[in-house]
């Protein structure tokens, strides 16, 4: 159906966020661009498509100065990110998928695994920084039949800007910032160049970026020589106050070094275009965006840990994109090869000492953990689009994945050799303080073949059949030893590492999953749509190995009881009515209701022997909702965009074990997910007199209180909703913009995640425990930033 060609189509999606062209385009023309997007495989404008999708375009990114996936979440209703800040990494979810506790705490390279995340057409899960990008897609929903990499919730999809045949342009950006609790400045800066090498037909573009934040987290209770000293001073004990000149301070501690890029070469021929592209980011990151004023009374940007808590993070993709006209159809191959490693450091004390094993015995106790983990993914999706006029169209496509894990875990505590042997008749000493080692080796292969079939019934109303069947094999071979625990007490060499056990776990499934969608135009402003969609998340084998039966009582021991080992496929099914809708000239309406059945609930959970942590399955639950956006034209210079969303999601049945192994009830609301959710952006284009325009921009994001465990059951908590505040001023003319902006403008102190609850406020022997602690939003930051771009 043709659209009005006054009032062309806004960036608004079906039922979150919005896409905003910039505000130089409206003052122009007094109209706003259509925006196509290739969601749903073939270019079309984003207010003809009968699915639930956001397309957040660069110049909203530029505008609201939008970094990664916490930013994203904030401006799309019904998608949540629990930020962690970049140290621990983000858990991403929509519409209230989500049922394990929050932590704060290290999570899988997978972003919580509800969401997929493409970037171009190369499933992998990064928080990739958002420069350079043309456009960021957000499907609300799972889309197993069009994607190759199955989703239980949603997708979001990085595009890049590709290599330009026909235009040889650069761009340089710099940014400096205030970052309030910081004693430093920030900064960061880049650009990026497309060259074309043959007119028409080859071309290369390369952009590479670089940040230094200066972090706002202080670390007051640093251990310089652990295991030398009590760990605080303990009253009517005069040794303890030699804890004073073991302790160090430092300040900032959570600041963060990141290099991003990407280099793309592009062909472009007569029947074909192809695009190879590598993408690189690494992150260092110092320590967490913690408090711990609850369990240690530190202030609001302070916390207690004993060691900090570096953190390493290397992601690298090569891509390969061919897409071939066939005339009949376009032929479309994507093939992924990336890299991921992981290098890091964590306090283990309080997680040893909430044990009650031994570790308390000890008065100067004090333990680290080093990480180390390697991934590769090769992943090869091949599909076939219709591009015949017809009342038939159809997708048909197969996905192979190929993923691999090479992981190693090494607990230390400094000291407690010697104090085994003072007190509990060890025999030899062990150097390295090697208390516990873990190695992980994990392979999934994963093979899928999908396709929608579509028909016109009439020129108004359409309907579309989608299926996905796919195959899993999931093998894991792990390897746990206790070397201090065999050379401290039972004789074995100092540098020895002997596993407790060596074995391997395996487990496969197969399944098929289902779409129905259709939809209707009432007229050539209104389209109507009904979608009803299967979803599911792989599940697999829990890294690590079966307990004997009986377990030993003579030794520290991890393990899996039978029902801790496997863990089943979770599968969601969502029901959608949604309408994209425009009145007049200068206004949109869109909105959609849902509602989710959501079974086997995947959890994460800790292991009877030894708390390692695991997943396991419970439960069933419903989450249900609307999703509605608007954007309001008043002016061509002055126009308002706002997004709001309603979820409730709660258990249907009673499950055991769902809560730190207690059980949920009937009816108990989800943690992590706010009911309520919205985004407001007012933005203003003023032309001045030298030809140069200024523009203001002023939005709002807000969500209510979460639950921080199912139904605030087993000390559950619920953390405050708040709102964050952002304005700017950028001034641009010719290739120049400069800009102004703030923020949380009124520095709102807000917390976002906790690590486990108010049971853990308590003593273990001479040690006050500091496991507690919360995750606090980014303060105040006011920064100046230019952009100079050249196009010839």
Not at 10 to 36: M, P
Not at 718 to 744: C, H, I, M, P, R
Request: aromatic share 12%.
């Amino acid at each position: 159906m043709q659209k009005s060609s006054v009032f062309k189509t806004s960036a608004l999606s079906a039922a979150v966020a919005s896409t905003i062209v910039c505000g130089d385009l409206a003052a122009q023309s007094g109209t706003l661009e259509e925006v196509i997007v290739t969601a749903t495989r073939r270019p079309q404008s984003i207010q003809d498509i009968p699915i639930n999708i956001t397309s957040i375009s660069s110049e909203l990114i530029e505008q609201q100065r939008l970094t990664d996936l916490a930013d994203i979440a904030r401006i799309v209703p019904g998608m949540t990110v629990i930020d962690q800040g970049p140290r621990s990494g983000n858990t991403l979810t929509v519409r209230g998928l989500s049922a394990g506790s929050i932590q704060a705490t290290d999570q899988d390279n997978n972003g919580g695994g509800l969401v997929a995340t493409y970037v171009g057409e190369v499933p992998l899960y990064i928080d990739l920084k958002l420069n350079d990008m043309q456009r960021v897609e957000v499907l609300m929903g799972p889309q197993g039949t069009l994607y190759g990499a199955g989703t239980l919730g949603g997708a979001v999809r990085y595009i890049p800007n590709k290599p330009q045949t026909d235009v040889l342009s650069y761009q340089v950006r710099g940014d400096v910032y205030d970052l309030s609790e910081s004693s430093d400045a920030g900064y960061e800066g880049g650009g990026t160049i497309n060259i074309p090498l043959i007119e028409d037909r080859l071309a290369l573009r390369g952009s590479i970026d670089y940040l230094n934040d200066p972090g706002f987290i202080d670390y007051n209770y640093l251990v310089r020589e652990a295991g030398v000293s009590y760990p605080q001073e303990v009253e009517g004990i005069p040794e303890s106050q030699d804890r004073n000149a073991n302790l160090k301070r430092k300040k900032d501690v959570n600041d963060q070094e990141t290099w991003s890029g990407r280099l793309a070469l592009r062909y472009t021929g007569d029947w074909l275009d192809s695009t190879l592209s590598y993408y690189y980011q690494d992150e260092k990151v110092g320590g967490r965006q913690v408090n711990s004023r609850d369990s240690f009374g530190t202030g609001k940007y302070e916390a207690a840990l004993r060691f900090e808590e570096p953190n390493e993070r290397k992601n690298e993709l090569i891509a390969l994109e061919l897409v071939a006209d066939l005339g009949f159809a376009e032929l479309t191959s994507a093939t992924g090869y990336s890299e991921y490693s992981e290098n890091g450091q964590r306090d283990q004390t309080d997680l040893l000492l909430n044990q009650e094993l031994y570790y308390e015995f000890f008065p100067s106790f004090s333990a680290f953990t080093r990480d180390e983990g390697n991934e590769d993914t090769f992943t090869q999706e091949v599909r076939l689009v219709s591009t015949t006029d017809g009342p038939w169209s159809w997708i048909i496509g197969g996905f192979y994945s190929d993923f691999k894990l090479d992981a190693l875990s090494q607990e230390f505590t400094p000291g407690l050799d010697q104090f085994f042997i003072d007190c509990c008749d060890g025999e030899q000493l062990r150097p390295d303080s090697l208390e516990y080692n873990q190695t992980v080796k994990q392979t999934t292969k994963q093979m899928a073949a999908f396709g929608e079939l579509g028909y016109q019934i009439t020129d108004a109303w359409q309907v579309t059949v989608g299926a996905r069947w796919f195959k899993f094999d999931d093998e894991v071979a792990l390897q746990i030893a206790f070397p201090l625990q065999d050379t401290v007490f039972f004789g074995e060499p100092p540098d020895s590492i002997i596993p407790f056990t060596n074995e391997k776990n395996d487990a496969d499934d197969d399944d098929v999953i289902y779409k129905f969608n259709t939809s209707y135009d009432f007229s050539d402003d209104i389209l109507g749509f009904l979608t009803i969609s299967e979803g599911y998340r792989l599940g697999g084998v829990n890294a690590l190995v079966a307990c004997p039966n009986p377990p030993p009582d003579d030794r520290q021991i991890a393990c899996a009881l039978p029902d801790e080992a496997l863990v089943k496929s979770d599968k969601s099914t969502n029901y959608e009515i949604g309408v994209h809708s425009q009145f007049s000239d200068s206004l949109l309406l869109n909105g959609s209701v849902y509602y989710i059945n959501w079974d086997d609930i995947r959890l994460p959970t800790t292991s009877t022997f030894g708390a390692i942590p695991i997943e396991t399955n419970g439960g069933k639950a419903e989450s249900y909702g609307i999703e509605l956006a608007a954007h309001y034209l008043i002016t061509p210079d002055l126009w308002f965009t706002g997004s709001y969303s309603y979820n409730n999601a709660q258990l249907t049945d009673d499950a055991p074990g769902i809560i730190d192994g207690e059980e949920g009830f009937k009816g108990d609301r989800l943690p992590g997910t706010p009911k309520h959710q919205g985004f407001l952006s007012a933005n203003y284009s003023l032309g001045l007199n030298d030809g140069s325009s200024l523009d203001l921009t002023w939005s709002i994001t807000a969500q209510s209180n979460v639950y921080t465990k199912v139904g605030k059951r087993n000390f559950g908590e619920e953390l405050d909703g708040f709102s964050l505040q952002y304005v700017s001023a950028t001034w641009l003319k010719d290739a120049w913009s400069v800009g102004l902006y703030g923020e949380n403008i009124f520095n709102k102190y807000a917390e976002t995640g906790v690590r486990g609850d108010v049971s853990d406020i308590r003593t273990v022997g001479l040690f006050n425990l500091r496991t507690y602690y919360h995750n606090v939003v980014r303060p105040r930051q006011i920064g100046l930033r230019f952009t100079y771009s050249f196009d010839k």
